[in-house]
């Protein structure tokens, strides 16, 4: 992403100050290159070109005269205005007295509280006078912050003419207010704070320190070319002079790299420094803008979102860095180092029991990209939004579109018999008491014993894992659908790829729940439903119902009710079967001994249905 796609389109500079200071001259001497023999009272706005400006950006220059304009019409000017340069004569100390008795509290009425419109202070006539005016200037610019500098010129002899307006242009696109006190002479807190998760991004190993090669990518990525050897050990020298603990191991410090920024804006070269900050996404407030973290994204009804090789290989990457003690695990303070750099942590404790852990309650490696799966999955956005804070943007990363991939229409998938989807959503439907909970946490391999020890408050209704349809490797991911005492599903309650009907072998009146719920809400659906008996590992007993589950299934042509327990080891094999009838849904409704009839004959069919049939067998068995 471009850093220019922050900066202003075009800037608009405002003149105001005491009659006869030299408004008008200015702006002419800078058309013409000459002093005017005439001076109008009020110069028409003039628009120079973006081609010949030093930022290129174009840029228009609007005059103020008393004479000719109101009050409420110099009030508008100066809220169209990007910036206002408040002219004063260096040989009159009225209009020296008026900068902070008149125009500085006027903008400041003008724009209000919650705004700051930057202001150049600029000394006209200065061939009229051998002495500097600075010493009664420096105390308005230390008292007023909006002052970003101010210039002594001559639209006479056209001394610092196109410097003024440079300077001025420069106040709106790189402003030093966000970035530096000048009362204090130090970077303000929210410029650090970005400098320093640039710094913590940009630092690839994770050791504290920018060595060669890390400053080197970093100066790419910001400025399109690495430095040369030499100017590398220039840099290094003059922080190693300046800054006592600025160099570590040859490398540079993040006090270090703060110095430079504070060395760039010092001696006039803020651009340095934003240019860097846009890179990274900072608008003029040191926000990351809109576009950076959400660029523009379209869903299609029918569609989902799953990341890409680019988005696993960052985040995995990312990993890597912040397992220092290379345990194949995330410790709590690996965690919340991994994410200082976005502005909240975005996982609280229902995450350790969304995805596996190891048995310190730790997210392993696999675990941690199956949560970034989820979310990527259920909120896209969000994944979009702290790919960005994490660092995904920049070098061959243009946005966070390389790492997110738009599934095909779902209809497509059921036309064509296949599908190249590689997360599937299943919902956990059943009355309470049925073992919801103990299933999605046996997905994650927890067993009875282990699912003791979990709090309650800190359970999810969504796990996500891995599971293997015919050596692939699928995310499955879980969702307890809590429907009280209705039986009525919400679209977003039948919004899955499969439906797992969940009872308890043990308590009778649950199966009469399920078997309502499919003729109500799944008999006539596109959704493949799989029956499950809970609590395998106790004696089932016969349900309140008319038809058992094995003759409710052969009935509707469901696949054959599954059996699960967490109790002693938990039973995966019907994760297996959710992923592939997920996998596969154009077989929802046939009878593994009585689903031959449906193979067609053409040529092209045959494969697909023979391998159908295949795999809906393994699903009964």
Known sequence: MDAT????????????????????????????????????????????????????????????????????????????????????????????????????????????????????????????????????????????????????????????????????????????????????KELKVPCVKALTRIFTICDADNDGLLKDRELNEFQKRCFNAPLAPQALEDVKAVVRKNCPDGISDNGLTLPGFLFLHTLFIQRGRHETTWTVLRKFGYDDNLQLTEEYLYPSFRIPVGCSTELTHQGYSFLSALFEKYDLDQDGALSPDELQ????????????????????????GWITLQGYLNQWTLTTYLDVPRTMEFLAYLGYIGGEHESQLSAITVTREKRADLAKKQTMRSVFQCNVIGPKGAGKTAFLQGHLGRNTEWQKRLKKEHLSRYTINLTQVYGQDKYLLLHEIDVGISDILTPEDMDCDVACLLYDVTDPRTFEYCARMYKRHFIDSKVPCLLVGAKADQAAVTQDHPIQPDEFCKKYKLPPPQVFTTKPTVNRDVYMKLATLANYPHLRNMQSKNSQFWLKASVGAAVVAALGIILYKSIGR
């Open 5 to 184: 796609l922050n900066m202003r389109r075009d800037v608009r500079i405002l003149l105001v100050g005491e009659a006869q200071v030299g408004k008008t001259s200015l702006i002419l001497s800078l058309v013409s290159e000459e002093f005017p023999d005439e001076v109008p009272p009020r110069a028409e706005e003039i628009t120079i070109p973006a081609d010949v400006t030093p930022e290129k950006v174009p840029t228009h220059i609007v005059d103020y005269s008393a004479q000719e304009q109101t009050t409420d019409q110099l009030k508008d000017e100066i809220l169209r205005a990007n910036v206002v340069c408040i002219v004063y004569a260096v040989d009159n100390e009225y209009s020296v007295q008026m900068i902070t008795q008149r125009w500085l509290p006027f903008i400041h009425e003008t724009v209000g509280e919650d705004l700051r419109m930057p202001v150049l202070l600029v000394g006209n006539k200065s061939d009229l006078q051998e002495e500097s005016s600075m010493e009664s200037i420096i105390p308005i610019m230390n008292q007023y912050p909006e002052v970003e500098t101010c210039v002594e010129c001559s639209a006479r002899n056209l001394k610092n003419i196109s410097e003024l307006f440079y300077y001025a242009q420069k106040a709106v696109l790189h402003p030093t207010a966000p970035l530096y006190c000048a009362e204090e």
């Open 337 to 360: 180092n991994l994410f200082s750099v976005c502005p909240i942590m975005p996982w609280g404790p229902d995450v350790n029991n969304t995805v596996v852990t190891n048995e310190q």
